[in-house]
């Protein structure tokens, strides 16, 4: 009975000792599945790759990242029901695929048309609310690693653009995957036409829509400039994403890893913001070489821009955007305008 005992104490010791070793942590490696929609050869796609070998190094290789980029995984869609059911841990939401993680319309608040209207302003929103907007998410099962500023959303035509006007004459592709500004267009009295953004190029070519609006690298990439040859200078939105991964995966990775492993993903954060403003510039510069036209929008037509939405966002407040956080949003953009 004592040779018994003495042999579970010297396994417990044993095992105790080896699961200490390096070389036994690396055969116990915790992966980490990552779902991307965004091409591999882009600055998301390159600092991904950045976070895989980081990650690894961190960790002594306990941790595996493994990204399926080029939206192998599926679409936002897919990749939420996945993220839910644990078949992957982490994945790049856009602002639309965040909101639809918190129910109260949080995040895409930030997306309100014209509330929101250069990078200054985001900067500024960012800083103040951003803790709670990843406290909201973090409620719902999941836990954000870092955001980024993935450029803003403009006004692409195929008739020039400077005044509501001039748009409420041509018929306007909104991507069938976000409700909430497809709402707020409607409601100001715009032609609104449901498509999916990787047939906004036959739709435009069919007559079927005359203008989107897009992020211009998003433009850039699907060629929509071709035809749309009209942007106008005015920013509508931002256009935020996000890296989540749910909490199992989260609780999966070791305690004594997690700050190191935050702090790698927040500074690529910050290069990814810089490497996305670049990615915007270039990408509009290119168009514009290939006939892209900037129609730039004077004070004052700009204003009629901020008037019309403003006539509508009352009734829009509780429903498609989250009354309270605008209301915060608009109090800090105010006395910063000031």
Wanted: glycine share 8%.
């Amino acid at each position: 009975m004592k040779f018994i005992g003495r042999t579970v104490v010297f396994c417990i010791v044993f095992w105790g000792a080896l699961s200490l070793d390096p070389a036994f942590a690396q055969r116990r490696k915790i992966t980490i599945k990552l779902a991307s929609l965004v091409p591999e050869n882009t600055p998301w796609g390159a600092a991904l790759n950045r976070m895989v070998q980081e990650w690894g190094a961190a960790t002594n290789g306990e941790v595996e990242l493994i990204i399926y980029h080029n939206g192998i995984a599926g679409s936002e869609g897919d990749v939420l029901r996945k993220l839910k059911g644990n078949q992957i841990q982490a994945a790049i939401l856009s602002s639309f695929g965040l909101n639809s993680i918190t129910p109260g319309h949080e995040i895409i608040t930030l997306s309100c048309p014209f509330l929101i209207r250069n990078n200054e302003e985001l900067d500024l929103v960012l800083n103040k609310l951003k803790p709670y907007l990843e406290e909201r998410i973090n409620q719902e099962g999941f836990f954000t690693l870092a955001w980024s500023k993935a450029g803003w959303v403009k006004f692409f035509s195929k008739a020039p653009v400077f005044v509501p006007a001039d748009l409420k004459r041509q018929k306007l592709g909104t991507n069938e995957q976000e409700p909430a500004l497809m709402d707020a267009f409607k409601a100001m009295g715009y032609q609104m036409v449901p498509v999916a953004m990787n047939q906004a190029l036959v739709y435009l070519n069919g007559g079927m829509i005359d203008a989107v609006y897009q992020s211009p690298v998003n433009v850039g990439g699907l060629q929509i400039f071709g035809v749309a040859k009209n942007m106008a200078s005015i920013n509508i939105a931002p256009f935020m994403g996000g890296i989540v991964m749910n909490q199992t995966g989260w609780r999966s990775i070791p305690d004594q890893y997690k700050p190191v492993l935050l702090r790698i993903a927040k500074r690529l954060e910050a290069e990814l913001d810089t490497s996305i403003q670049q990615l915007e510039g270039e990408a509009i510069a290119t168009m514009r070489k290939y006939g892209l036209i900037i129609n730039q929008v004077s004070p004052a037509q700009e204003q009629l821009w901020y008037d019309d939405v403003n006539r509508v966002i009352p009734a829009l407040l509780g429903t498609t955007f989250n009354r309270e956080l605008y209301g915060q949003i608009e109090t800090l953009l105010k006395a910063h305008r000031k």
